[in-house]
């Protein structure tokens, strides 16, 4: 397999391994008493005769009902996005780069927090709210503490021995320099 990827990384024609890799095959098969006829160029496929199909066992499908989800299931999903409190969803997530104003700074609770022992960690004020990570204590109780970014990647130099300790592990590349 080696071999067919350095070839075809090369550039150079494949034929030759590919031919070899399929030798390999063969020998392994014989070696564990399977009974597996590759075929190569030399020698053809036997011709196996398929089944006919004798009935269509699936209805078609309008295409324009596949991407559309039923009324019922429609109208569901409506309430459940719009029956969370505004606190619940989660804002957008803030950039790599962009810094942030400590005295905005706040930590929530997370929706499944009695299971993850999980904080979010938020900023920013009225519509302006942004993620800047999360808080996690592996679900827990423990005094070990995972600064985690916005998609969940845990944040260089963890675990931490405090809350604290994390929080400002997370908030790091997001204050100023003096």
């Known amino acids: 397999m080696a071999a067919v990827r350095r070839t075809l990384s090369s550039g150079t024609d494949p034929q030759q391994a590919i031919q070899d890799l399929l030798t390999a095959v063969t020998d392994l098969a014989e070696a564990h008493g ?15 005769p398929e089944p ?16 559309v ?33 400590l005295d905005t ?20 004020a009225g519509e302006n709210v942004r993620l800047i990570g999360y808080l996690d ?9 995972q600064a985690l970014g916005p998609m969940l990647t845990r944040v260089s130099g963890g675990p931490c021995r405090t809350k604290q300790d994390a929080l400002l592990r997370l908030l790091d590349p997001h204050v100023p320099r003096r």
């Open 105 to 124: 700074v706040r930590m929530e609770r997370s929706s499944d927090f009695e299971q993850t022992r999980r904080w979010i960690v938020l900023c920013g």
């Open 34 to 48: 399977i009974a597996a006829r590759i075929p190569t160029e030399d020698t053809p496929a036997a011709d196996t």
């Open 69 to 101: 989800p039923a009324k019922d299931e429609q109208e569901e999903m409506t309430a459940e996005t719009t029956a969370l409190p505004r606190s619940r969803q989660l804002p957008r997530p803030i950039g790599r780069t962009e810094m942030v104003d």
């Open 52 to 67: 006919d199909v004798t009935e269509c066992i699936t209805e078609p499908v309008p295409s324009d009902s596949r991407s």
């Open 137 to 145: 204590s592996g679900g827990t109780k423990a005094k070990k503490w």
